[in-house]
């Protein structure tokens, strides 16, 4: 059984900094898109990055571009997303995604989703 677990959430200011960290288990990683999207309340769900296990094929959303870098440990089975010069509109749910192909994860179709992590920037 597949299990996706966010952890790395919490609470900065403006301009700071937080990575999240999103361990898998229980699938061939290699054969999935593994990204991170968001949630905040009042908001369309919006997927801000992911990367290709395989050979690391990347995407970010405008929002983020710049500021946020997608990383993965495949010794580790995990994924990174460093978040840099957050701004108050980053405060969302952040949630891992997986799926099986890279198409599937940019027309939302996840086929494994962690339980999320709050992010909220605030002074």
């Known amino acids: 059984q597949l299990h996706l677990v966010e952890s790395g959430g919490g609470l900065v200011q403006p301009g700071g900094s937080l990575r999240l960290s999103c361990a898998v288990s229980?699938?061939?990683?290699?054969?999935?898109?593994i990204g991170w999207l968001r949630q905040a309340p009042g908001k369309e769900r919006e997927g801000v990055s992911c990367?290709?296990?395989?050979?690391?094929?990347?995407y970010y959303s405008d929002s983020v571009k710049g500021r946020f870098t997608i990383s993965r440990d495949n010794t580790k089975n995990t994924v990174y997303l460093e978040m840099n010069s957050l701004k108050y509109e980053d405060t969302a749910v952040y949630y891992c995604?997986?799926?099986?192909?890279?198409?599937?994860?940019?027309?939302?179709?996840?086929?494994?989703w962690g339980q999320g992590t709050q992010v909220t920037v605030s002074s």
């Open positions: 995604t997986a799926a099986a192909r890279w198409s599937r994860w940019f027309r939302g179709s996840y086929d494994y």
């Open positions: 990367i290709t296990m395989s050979d690391g094929r990347l």
């Open positions: 229980g699938f061939t990683l290699d054969d999935y898109v």
